[in-house]
């Protein structure tokens, strides 16, 4: 089991999500990752910035680490991407607030459900998943699933 800190300037409950991913994650590398909020300029201009996409989006992802899908985390393999307090830097995730309310809307559950949606989905392509293809993707959904029911986020979540 590793255990993942995430920094996060905002007040957002993150632990939570912390011990839901230090659960299912193998390795004895202390992990971090990095959770930042925006809104809809500032989350557009990184859009276009790194994917050449110029519109708004609900998340973005930036990993630090390549090919780590489903490996052991050891802390020996990774030297370089230690961050200030030892630990392994899997990347940064961020979250526009203002689309993450007009999606709770518009599929009809909580802010709350949709901003942990989102920063683990956020969090899961840091651990290397992605939804490239259906395979991919049912992949990923699982995971997610998998990791908000670890936390008792349903659809139905306040």
Known sequence: MSD???ECEEDFAVRPIEEAF?????????LSA??????EEGIRALNAKERGKDAVTD????????????KELKKDDFPY???EDGRVFLGSVVI?????????????HSLKRELYYLAVHGLCHLL???????????????????????????????
Request: proline residues 3%.
């Open 4 to 6: 993942l800190k995430i």
């Open 22 to 30: 230090s659960a299912r994650l193998k390795g004895d590398a202390p």
């Open 34 to 39: 990095e959770l930042v909020f925006t809104d």
């Open 59 to 70: 998340v973005l992802s930036f990993p630090n680490l390549d090919g780590i899908l489903g």
């Open 81 to 83: 991407d230690l961050d």
């Open 96 to 108: 526009c607030r203002k689309r993450a309310e007009e999606q709770a809307d518009e599929y009809g």
């Open 128 to 158: 290397g998943y992605d939804h490239e293809t259906e395979e991919d993707k049912a992949e990923m959904r699982a995971e997610e699933e998998a990791v908000l029911s670890a936390m008792n986020i349903g659809r139905d979540a306040v």
